[in-house]
């Protein structure tokens, strides 16, 4: 019998190396390299016809640049991370921890489409046909268009999506399906990617817009080389906390449209459903009047969102404090610590500080440091924050406020969630009216917002 060659793939990038190695030659990452049985594949590996029409090089300007069509899903927070909805022939990663939620998202969005008289293929290698029926009929997502197979031969899956001719395919799980002339386990590197190859020739070729499911490996990526991501139009990571129902979908990817939006649901007996305040919710567990809890007034992508930011600064022993955030930039809480030090004399250096954003939130823009400055010195102080103040601002080295976009959306935000004071750049009070029913403080330095949110 011919010993079957084996080779090492890195689950990161995909390079691959005759032999073994701790540390992949391709990106560097430590621990990587797993066996891969050499792949024998007909088509060409790497090299995916994206159309099947061959197509002469054109000059840019006879270009149609018409808006590509789109398929709006149904589901409004969907639509919003998308761009405005599915586009046909384009291939979605959807990734998430289990028990996240995935299938149920795919399940409904599948209903909503058959609901427009789009045809629907769902193909599960993960639950029976009966299993994912008892999950459609707790959702009331039974309908005539929508066609369940559970296959994970890619083989016979083609032909179910030659039989069925779907507008919409969904692939739960990518780590299920398998090529049977691709000699790995399913799941592998060789066998996701070859697979993933596939669905876009398939996608492309048809003009169906297909949503392949990932699982999420321990440390947070999609499993399976991050050649996967490159490859498809978009990824969405599908996240949330074990213990909260809400559920946020935000895209890292995306061929079409930004990346800037997020889509909130709340996971509840009868399947997700769609979150159109997420202040409100946000600030649903909030204490008031205690030390260490701020409101930062911040934008998602073009939506204004209130959440809590919180700070915990307590003595320690260690000579080295902890510095530790949740939801922030670790580099912007180490900065703003430098700032209170510095420039308002806190001295920090024998107590750790611990910053969370409430509700699993990530805030990622610059907008909140002034927030996180309020928190910190309110805990560091002890003194309690003002319930119904918001807070948003850019702290720079020297301790001033900088501007920062979209202040009016932020303060109206503010003033309809009840709010009765905003806190905010002097520097971004330009440009526009500020509404009756709310008082504005504007400032210019974290000595002056300290001032007024603290004393
Ligand atoms: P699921 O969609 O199976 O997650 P994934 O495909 O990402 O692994 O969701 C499973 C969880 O969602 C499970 O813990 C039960 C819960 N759930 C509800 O709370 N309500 C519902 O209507 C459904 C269908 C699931
Ligand atoms: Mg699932």
């Known amino acids: 019998m011919a010993k079957l060659k084996v080779k090492f793939v890195c689950t990161e990038c995909g390079t691959e190396s005759p032999k073994w190695m701790g540390k992949c030659p391709g990106c560097h990452a430590w621990n990587t390299m797993v066996e891969e049985a050499e792949t024998v594949v007909k088509a060409p590996v790497g090299r995916t016809e994206l159309t099947r029409t061959k197509e002469k090089a054109q000059s840019i300007i006879h270009i149609d640049s018409g808006r590509e069509p789109r398929i709006p899903t149904g589901l409004g ?32 969005t599948s209903h909503a489409l058959t609901a427009q008289g789009l045809k629907v293929l769902y193909v599960s290698g993960e639950e029976s046909v009966r299993q994912t029926k008892l999950r459609a009929d707790r959702l009331g997502a039974l309908s005539e268009g929508l066609y369940v197979l559970c296959e994970t031969n890619l083989d016979l899956v083609e032909e179910a999506i030659a039989q069925v001719n779907p507008d919409f395919l969904v692939i739960d799980s990518i780590q299920t399906v398998y090529r049977p002339d691709v000699p790995s386990a399913p799941g592998s590197v060789a066998q996701v990617r070859e697979c993933t190859a596939q669905f876009m020739r398939i996608s492309k070729g048809n003009g169906v817009a297909t949503v392949l499911v990932g699982h999420v490996t321990k440390e947070g990526a999609i499993a399976g080389p991050r050649l996967l991501e490159h490859m498809v139009d978009c990824v969405l990571y599908f996240e949330g906390e074990r213990h909260h129902s809400y559920r946020l979908l935000r895209a890292v990817k995306n061929r079409f449209g930004s990346t800037n939006e997020i889509g909130i649901f709340d996971m509840s007996e009868d399947g997700l459903r769609e979150v159109t305040n997420p202040s409100e919710l946000f600030l649903s567990e909030r204490p008031l009047g205690v030390s260490g809890s701020t409101v930062v007034a911040s934008m998602e992508g073009t939506r204004p969102v209130l959440v809590e930011l919180q700070a915990l600064v307590a003595p320690t022993n260690f000579p080295s404090p902890r510095r530790l955030s949740s939801g922030l930039d670790h580099h912007r809480i180490t900065l703003v610590i430098a700032v209170l030090e510095k420039r308002m004399g806190m001295f920090m250096q024998n107590q750790d500080a611990y910053v969370n954003v409430a509700g699993g939130v990530k805030l990622d823009e610059p907008a909140a440091d002034l927030a996180a400055a309020v928190s910190i010195a309110s805990s560091f102080r002890d003194l309690p924050t003002r319930p119904f103040d918001a807070v948003f601002g850019e702290v720079g080295l020297t301790g001033e406020v900088r501007a920062v976009t979209r202040a009016e959306q932020r303060v109206k935000e503010a003033l309809k969630l009840g709010f ?8 971004s009070m330009k440009g526009w009216q500020a509404p009756a029913g709310i008082e504005l403080v504007p400032v210019k330095s974290v000595a002056e917002a300290l001032k007024a949110a603290l004393e």
Request: aromatic share 0%; no cysteine; net charge positive.
């Open 77 to 108: 927070e969907l639509n919003r991370v998308l761009g405005g909805g599915l586009v046909p022939g384009s291939l979605l990663l959807v990734g998430g921890d289990p028990g996240i939620g995935k299938s149920t998202l795919l399940l409904q």
């Open 420 to 427: 009765k004071r905003v806190i905010l750049p002097e520097a």
